[in-house]
């Protein structure tokens, strides 16, 4: 199976809410990072249920939109328009980037990439900044 079969499939398991589809799609040991879930480092097929079945009990209906994608090899590189409604009737939009690493027909590295500003002390001078520009009309 090609990289981006093994990423359609995956993404369309996860906005038919499909957790065992998803999960078949990982290899036993594979990695899962993303900084949206509680353990942004899930490795091993445990660790990804747990964080999957825990980011589809807030989601009443997922949604991705592929825009871009880049295989070399084993590995795909999917640009994506996310948007998801969650259970609380609120809809969040963002934009993100995927890496999907495979080793045969499964996914052995998942990582996903947001756009956020910079936390801690570098988002706090960013911040600082950026209000100083617009005192200042720069923005």
Same mark, same amino acid.
């Given at each position: 199976?090609?990289?981006?079969? =093994?990423?359609?499939?995956?993404?369309?398991?996860?906005?038919?809410?499909?957790?065992?589809?998803? =999960?078949?799609? /990982?290899? !036993?040991?594979?990695?899962?990072?993303?900084?949206?879930?509680?353990?942004?480092?899930?490795?091993?097929?445990? &660790?990804? !249920?747990?964080?999957?079945?825990?980011?589809?009990?807030? =989601? &009443?209906?997922?949604?991705?939109?592929?825009?871009?994608?880049?295989?070399?090899?084993?590995?795909?590189? /999917?640009?994506?328009?996310?948007?998801?409604?969650?259970?609380?009737?609120?809809?969040?939009? /963002?934009?993100?980037? /995927?890496?999907?690493?495979?080793?045969?027909?499964?996914?052995?590295?998942?990582?996903?990439? !947001?756009?956020?500003?910079?936390?801690?002390?570098?988002? =706090?001078?960013?911040?600082?900044?950026?209000?100083?520009?617009?005192?200042?009309?720069?923005?």
């Amino acid at each position: 199976m090609q990289t981006d079969d =093994l990423f359609h499939r995956l993404i369309d398991a996860f906005v038919a809410k499909d957790i065992d589809a998803v =999960l078949s799609l /990982f290899a !036993e040991d594979a990695l899962l990072v993303d900084p949206h879930y509680p353990a942004p480092r899930m490795q091993g097929r445990t &660790a990804i !249920e747990r964080g999957i079945v825990w980011g589809m009990s807030s =989601l &009443a209906k997922p949604g991705f939109t592929l825009r871009h994608s880049a295989i070399d090899g084993d590995i795909g590189f /999917f640009e994506v328009d996310t948007k998801h409604l969650l259970t609380i009737g609120m809809t969040v939009a /963002f934009e993100q980037v /995927f890496v999907v690493e495979k080793k045969g027909d499964k996914i052995v590295r998942l990582q996903a990439y !947001e756009p956020y500003p910079a936390p801690g002390v570098a988002g =706090l001078i960013r911040r600082a900044t950026r209000l100083a520009w617009r005192f200042k009309g720069w923005l």
